[in-house]
């Protein structure tokens, strides 16, 4: 009897303990309901006008574009195959920087992971030795690297090329969660400076190139304390040439300093990365603290609060136009096809022009690739088209192209053309002048935003700078 008495004492002792944990676990977490609002995961989207849109690019593609690519072999020149996976994937959202620094935390605040048994594993010492990518799913489950790249449906195919020892680093977590409906994270190792790409056993330079091709919005993420920058952080922004764009700055940790040490770090940093960011407008940089709890007393919670919400904007952008900057890549690799296409043509007809019963073929291309502007190659697409000198490829490139396909196994453009089927040049200059903007203009006119996205995104003012900073 006294033994039961105490049970019945105990348990509601038990249950009182709980429950003040579970309190004080809320008490110092922070609120999330501003994530859910900015980026609104509660709106319903037309999924049927989306698969719609992306079925149609999708069969511009291939009936327009894709035909050109083969039949000039494009894909040999830049390395860059775009399969269907590709062009009906969601928005990529990349996460680089040294390790230790924040990413996988920032991964599990967005999502909601934290003390779940789905988060990122976190610490202060090198933890994510992987790349991660986490996408929606029906159900939680893991996807080893193999299987992601066996997958055709995917965008993850090419990863093939860089071996099994990649494929064993590389996994997938999948989630049933409305943000990953939309946007599809990828979280990378660390960067660590006394580490070699051979020690990786795969070429990790290469990978991450391959990411940031791919990707639509690159968090390059720093800790307060780890701003020294070494030779890998170098080898990392010059690859980042070209996008920046698409990249932006995390000053993460904030609230672990005082503001005017803040002040000090935020100087120090731009000082580092000057010589590594030489463009006119530098990348936005957002000062925060990206993780579940609160924000450590004394300390600029304002700021850090309209610094998360202002990243929160950038990428809801994204999201909400990712299906015309989809439709937008497409042209604009149309538009490389055709100058491609083209170039291989003037190669084509000189050849035929210098080529004489005694002459000998090999000499002869010889001469016109080596020095393509005696031959006006280069200069006479400028004059008859009009593409900008400014999208034209190197030329040299095009030596290391002739050298695995002989000039003799490409057709000129006006023999490209069948009864049936039309002519190759003219198919890929109509989907470019008439087809994709066609539908560009479709969707835009079939947006009719509602209150509550004006009042997120700022309908009918004046479109800010969003990489000034604030």
Same mark, same amino acid.
């Given at each position: 009897?006294?033994?039961?008495?105490?049970?019945?004492?105990?348990?509601?002792?038990?249950?009182?303990?709980?429950?003040?944990?579970?309190?004080?676990?809320?008490?110092?977490?922070?609120?999330?309901?501003?994530?859910?609002?900015?980026? *609104?995961?509660?709106?319903?989207?037309?999924?049927?006008?989306?698969?719609?849109?992306?079925?149609?690019?999708?069969?511009?593609?291939?009936?327009?574009?894709?035909?050109?690519?083969?039949?000039?072999?494009?894909?040999?020149?830049?390395?860059?195959?775009?399969?269907?996976?590709?062009?009906?994937?969601?928005?990529?959202?990349?996460?680089?920087?040294?390790?230790?620094?924040?990413?996988?935390?920032?991964?599990?605040?967005?999502?909601?992971?934290?003390?779940?048994?789905?988060?990122?594993?976190?610490?202060?010492?090198?933890?994510?030795?992987?790349?991660?990518?986490?996408?929606?799913?029906?159900?939680?489950?893991?996807?080893?690297?193999?299987?992601?790249?066996?997958?055709?449906?995917?965008?993850?195919?090419?990863?093939?090329?860089?071996?099994?020892?990649?494929?064993?680093?590389?996994?997938?977590?999948?989630?049933?969660?409305?943000?990953?409906?939309?946007?599809?994270?990828?979280?990378?190792?660390?960067?660590?400076?006394?580490?070699?790409?051979?020690?990786?056993?795969?070429?990790?330079?290469?990978?991450?190139?391959?990411?940031?091709?791919?990707?639509?919005?690159?968090?390059?993420?720093?800790?307060?304390?780890?701003?020294?920058?070494?030779?890998?952080?170098?080898?990392?922004?010059?690859?980042?040439?070209?996008?920046?764009?698409?990249?932006?700055?995390?000053?993460?940790?904030?609230?672990?300093?005082?503001?005017?040490?803040?002040?000090?770090?935020?100087?120090?940093?731009?000082?580092?990365?000057?010589?590594?960011?030489?463009?006119?407008?530098?990348?936005?940089?957002?000062?925060?603290?990206?993780?579940?709890?609160?924000?450590?007393?004394?300390?600029?919670?304002?700021?850090?609060? *309209?610094?998360?919400?202002?990243?929160?904007?950038?990428?809801?952008?994204?999201?909400?136009?990712?299906?015309?900057?989809?439709?937008?890549?497409?042209?604009?690799?149309?538009?490389?096809?055709?100058?491609?296409?083209?170039?291989?043509?003037?190669?084509?007809?000189?050849?035929?022009?210098?080529?004489?019963?005694?002459?000998?073929?090999?000499?002869?291309?010889?001469?016109?690739?080596?020095?393509?502007?005696?031959?006006?190659?280069?200069?006479?697409?400028?004059?008859?088209?009009?593409?900008?000198?400014?999208?034209?490829?190197?030329?040299?490139?095009?030596?290391?192209?002739?050298?695995?396909?002989?000039?003799?196994?490409?057709?000129?453009?006006?023999?490209?053309?069948?009864?049936?089927?039309?002519?190759?040049?003219?198919?890929?200059?109509?989907?470019?002048?008439?087809?994709?903007?066609?539908?560009?203009?479709?969707?835009?006119?079939?947006?009719?935003?509602?209150?509550?996205?004006?009042?997120?995104?700022?309908?009918?003012?004046?479109?800010?700078?969003?990489?000034?900073?604030?």
């Amino acid at each position: 009897m006294k033994v039961l008495v105490s049970l019945c004492v105990f348990v509601p002792l038990l249950a009182l303990a709980t429950a003040e944990e579970e309190a004080v676990l809320e008490s110092i977490l922070r609120d999330r309901s501003h994530i859910e609002e900015t980026l *609104r995961l509660a709106a319903d989207e037309k999924a049927g006008d989306y698969a719609a849109a992306l079925q149609r690019l999708r069969k511009i593609y291939h009936n327009s574009i894709r035909p050109m690519e083969q039949a000039y072999k494009y894909n040999e020149l830049r390395q860059h195959e775009i399969s269907d996976g590709e062009i009906t994937s969601k928005p990529m959202v990349l996460f680089l920087g040294p390790w230790s620094v924040g990413k996988s935390s920032m991964v599990n605040y967005l999502l909601g992971l934290q003390d779940t048994p789905y988060q990122l594993y976190t610490g202060a010492e090198p933890t994510t030795s992987e790349f991660t990518v986490i996408m929606h799913g029906e159900k939680i489950r893991t996807v080893e690297g193999i299987v992601m790249a066996a997958d055709s449906s995917r965008s993850f195919s090419p990863l093939e090329k860089f071996g099994q020892n990649f494929l064993e680093k590389l996994v997938g977590i999948e989630m049933p969660h409305k943000l990953l409906e939309r946007v599809t994270f990828v979280d990378t190792p660390g960067i660590i400076e006394n580490r070699k790409q051979q020690e990786r056993g795969y070429p990790f330079n290469d990978v991450c190139q391959w990411f940031i091709d791919r990707a639509d919005l690159i968090f390059v993420v720093f800790d307060p304390t780890k701003l020294d920058v070494g030779l890998e952080l170098e080898m990392l922004f010059r690859q980042l040439k070209g996008r920046e764009s698409q990249i932006r700055i995390i000053l993460n940790k904030a609230d672990s300093l005082a503001t005017q040490d803040l002040m000090r770090v935020y100087g120090a940093l731009f000082w580092s990365l000057a010589p590594l960011i030489n463009v006119t407008e530098p990348p936005r940089v957002y000062v925060s603290s990206f993780w579940p709890y609160d924000y450590a007393p004394d300390t600029s919670h304002e700021l850090f609060k *309209r610094e998360e919400i202002s990243l929160l904007e950038d990428l809801n952008q994204v999201i909400e136009n990712r299906l015309e900057n989809k439709i937008a890549f497409i042209r604009q690799h149309g538009i490389r096809v055709r100058i491609h296409a083209l170039l291989v043509d003037r190669y084509v007809q000189t050849f035929k022009e210098k080529m004489s019963f005694f002459s000998d073929p090999e000499l002869v291309f010889k001469e016109i690739v080596d020095d393509p502007d005696k031959f006006y190659i280069f200069k006479s697409i400028l004059a008859k088209t009009n593409v900008s000198k400014f999208d034209l490829p190197n030329r040299d490139a095009y030596r290391d192209f002739f050298g695995i396909n002989p000039v003799s196994s490409f057709k000129q453009l006006s023999a490209q053309c069948s009864y049936m089927g039309g002519c190759l040049l003219e198919k890929i200059e109509r989907a470019i002048t008439h087809e994709l903007p066609s539908l560009l203009g479709s969707i835009n006119s079939s947006k009719n935003p509602t209150l509550s996205s004006c009042e997120a995104t700022g309908c009918g003012e004046k479109p800010k700078n969003r990489y000034r900073r604030n």
